[in-house]
C-alpha cells in the first residue's frame, strides 16, 4: 500500500506545482432539514449508526485476556473484551436475567462479569457460567442465555463493533480498502496518551467541518495563523476519505528514490473514517502523535459528543514531552470546542432560522461525497447494505 501513497503525493505534488486543484462536477445543495429534522435524525441513528461498524477504541487497549471496555453509543450500552483466544469480543451490555448494564465500570481487567443485579455471571466469551442460588431459581439451559453478541473485528489497530446482532455487513467490505492504508500508521503498537469530550452541535454539522479545508486560514486563523491551506484534495475509499491539501514541501522528496521517502511523511493529512472518525495528524510529546475523534450522536438532532483521543507513537518520558502533549491537545480541545463547534452551534441555530439550502462548492468534493452516501445508506435495505460498498468506485 506504500505505493499508493506515493502514488498520492505525485498527484499532490502536481496540484502543488501547476497551482491547480481536483474540483467536483457541480456546486451540491443539501437542504438545510438534512440538518435539523427529528424524524431525518432518527433514521440517521437507525440507518448509519446502528448499521454500520462503528470505531469504539484501539487494539493497544486491549492488550491482554480481560481487558476490556464499556461505552454507550445511541443508547446501546456496549461491552468489549480481550477473550483468551487473543481475538476481541463485543456485547450488548445488557443481563440475560431482567437486562440490567452488568459492567459499569469505563475500562479495566476481569476473567468474567457478575451482573450488580442478582450476581448472574459470565465469561469474556459471554457464556452464562452462574446463576445466583440457582436450585431456586429454576432449570435454566444456560447455552441459551449468554450476551448478546456483536459483530466486532481489529484492522489497522483500531477496534471496530456494529450495534447490530444481526449485521451481515462485512466490516472488509464496508473498509473498501481504506484500513490497508490506515495500516501503514502501525497504531497497533501506539498508545493512548489522553483522552476527553467535547459536546457539539448536530453530528453532520460538526463532521462536514473534518472534511473541509476551506475553512482553515478564516476560522482558525487565531490558533493556526493566516498560512493554512485552504485547499483540498479527496481520496475516497467508497465513503472512506482522505483529505489532503497540495504540499509544495513534497518537491524535496521527489529529488530522493521513491523506495526512502518517509512513509510517516506521505501519511500527512487528515483521514475520515465514514460515518464518525477524523484522524489527524500532529507532533507534540516529543514524536508522532494523532488526535482521534469519534463523533457520537446526541440526545437530540442538535447534539453530539466528539470523543478526542491523543494516539502516541511513544509515550513521552520526560516532563517537557509531557509538557509539550499537554499543550498540543489542549489547543486542539480549544479550537475544536470554541471555534468548530461554537460555530456550528450558532451556524444550526441561524440555519433553522433561515431554511432553504446549504451549499457544498466543487472546492468542498468531501462533503458533497458525504453527504450523497449519507442519502444513499438511508434508501438501502439491510439486505442490500453490502452491494452498496461494493458497487463504491475506489482509487
Ligand atoms: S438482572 Fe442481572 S442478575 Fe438479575
Ligand atoms: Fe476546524
Redesign the pocket.
Known amino acids: 500500500m506504500k505505493e499508493t501513497l506515493i502514488e498520492m503525493a505525485r498527484h499532490n505534488l502536481r496540484h502543488a506545482t501547476a497551482g491547480t486543484i481536483d474540483q467536483a462536477d457541480t456546486i451540491v445543495r443539501v437542504p438545510a432539514s438534512h440538518y435539523l429534522d427529528a424524524n431525518r435524525y432518527d433514521q440517521e441513528i437507525d440507518k448509519v449508526f446502528k448499521r454500520m461498524p462503528l470505531v469504539v477504541g484501539f487494539s493497544s487497549e486491549f492488550r491482554d485476556p480481560g481487558d476490556f471496555r464499556t461505552l454507550t453509543i445511541a443508547d446501546v450500552p456496549v461491552l468489549v473484551v480481550r477473550h483468551a483466544d487473543g481475538e476481541l469480543r463485543a456485547f450488548i451490555n445488557s443481563?440475560?436475567?431482567?437486562?440490567?448494564q452488568?459492567v459499569v465500570a469505563p475500562e479495566g481487567n476481569a476473567k468474567s462479569f457478575?451482573?450488580?443485579?442478582?450476581?448472574?455471571r459470565y465469561d469474556t466469551d459471554g457464556h452464562l457460567i452462574s446463576?445466583?442460588n440457582a436450585d431456586e431459581f429454576g432449570a435454566l439451559d444456560h447455552e441459551g442465555h449468554g450476551l448478546v453478541a456483536l459483530p466486532v473485528a481489529e484492522r489497522a489497530g483500531i477496534v471496530w463493533v456494529t450495534l447490530d446482532p444481526d449485521s451481515t455487513l462485512d466490516i472488509d467490505t464496508f473498509l473498501c480498502g481504506y484500513d490497508g492504508l490506515l495500516d501503514l500508521y502501525g497504531f497497533k503498537d501506539w498508545q493512548l496518551y489522553d483522552r476527553r469530550e467535547v459536546i457539539g452541535p448536530n453530528w453532520k454539522v460538526a463532521y462536514d467541518g473534518y472534511m473541509d479545508l476551506y475553512h482553515l486560514p478564516v476560522l482558525h486563523r487565531q490558533t493556526f495563523g493566516t498560512g493554512m491551506p485552504s485547499q483540498a484534495l479527496y481520496y475516497a475509499y467508497g465513503p472512506h476519505q482522505r483529505v489532503s491539501s497540495p504540499d509544495p514541501g513534497l518537491a524535496q522528496l521527489a529529488e530522493e528514490p521513491e523506495a526512502e521517502w518517509p512513509t510517516a511523511r506521505l501519511l500527512a493529512s487528515v483521514w475520515t473514517i465514514f460515518p464518525h472518525v477524523s484522524i489527524a495528524n500532529f507532533d507534540g510529546g516529543g514524536g508522532r502523535a494523532v488526535m482521534v475523534s469519534q463523533l457520537f450522536p446526541g440526545e437530540t438532532v442538535g447534539e453530539s459528543t466528539t470523543v478526542q483521543n491523543y494516539l502516541m507513537e511513544n509515550l513521552p518520558t520526560t516532563d517537557a514531552e509531557r509538557e509539550s502533549a499537554d499543550a498540543q491537545f489542549k489547543l486542539l480541545e480549544y479550537v475544536v470546542a470554541e471555534e468548530d463547534y461554537a460555530t456550528g452551534i450558532r451556524q444550526q441555530r441561524a440555519l433553522a432560522a433561515r431554511g432553504g439550502d446549504v451549499l457544498f462548492g466543487r472546492n468542498e468534493a468531501g462533503g458533497q461525497h458525504f453527504h450523497q452516501f449519507v442519502d444513499r445508506l438511508l434508501e438501502t435495505g439491510d439486505d442490500q447494505l453490502s452491494e452498496l460498498f461494493e458497487k463504491e468506485d475506489q482509487p
Open positions: 443481563c440475560r436475567h431482567r437486562g440490567a452488568i457478575a451482573c450488580p443485579y442478582h450476581a448472574w446463576v445466583f
